[in-house]
């Protein structure tokens, strides 16, 4: 029984300590989860993840890769937040090359990059971008998530239109990364 108790306690660390990097660059602190959240499983059954069940939601694949966006239908465009988890079936090593290539990327779309990073998470290497720009009228800021794994390569990208609540959205998206479930 006291080996259990030490299993579950490692357990809950462990998981606590993979999504706090994220947690911590972000400041995301108190309870920033989605509420009245279902589980979607890619078309490719790559992965499932957690978003609210109010959002639309859609599916894209094609050869390399899988995709699920998720959009917030109950805000105007100018409050709504578009949330696409793909996992490509390539491996591509996320390091410093890879960094440039997404900045670079970054600017020829006319983005602002506010914040970047090269850090790990689940002890996979992992890159983060944060920018911002306007699309048509509207004010956007946008956060990449890539992550290496073993099979291909994870990116989320949350499109967080307007000026509202800008960081508590991006911690809520950080929190729907961490139920990100890989499926072998």
């Avoid at 920033?32 to 059954?45: G, I, L, P, T």
Wanted: with cysteine.
């Amino acid at each position: 029984m006291k080996q259990m108790k030490y299993l579950y306690l490692t357990l809950i660390l462990f998981m606590f300590s993979c999504s706090s990097s994220l947690k911590d660059e972000f400041d995301c602190g108190g309870d920033v989860a989605y509420k009245d959240v279902a589980v979607e499983q890619d078309f490719r059954k790559n992965f499932k993840i957690k978003f609210p069940k109010k959002w639309k939601v859609e599916f894209i694949t094609d050869e390399l890769k899988s995709a699920i966006r998720y959009i917030d239908k109950t805000k105007p465009l100018s409050e709504t937040t578009v949330v696409e988890a793909t996992f490509m079936k390539i491996h591509s090593r996320v390091n410093k090359k890879f960094a440039k290539t997404i900045s670079a990327d970054i600017q020829k779309m006319k983005l602002t990059e506010l914040k970047s990073k090269l850090t790990k998470y689940d002890d996979n290497p992992t890159y983060y971008n944060l920018s911002e720009g306007v699309i048509g009228k509207y004010k956007i800021t946008v956060f990449n998530v890539f992550i290496e794994t073993d099979n291909g390569l994870l990116q989320v990208e949350a499109q967080l239109y307007g000026n509202e609540r800008i960081n508590e959205r991006i911690c809520k998206v950080i929190n729907a990364i961490s139920t990100v479930e890989y499926i072998e």
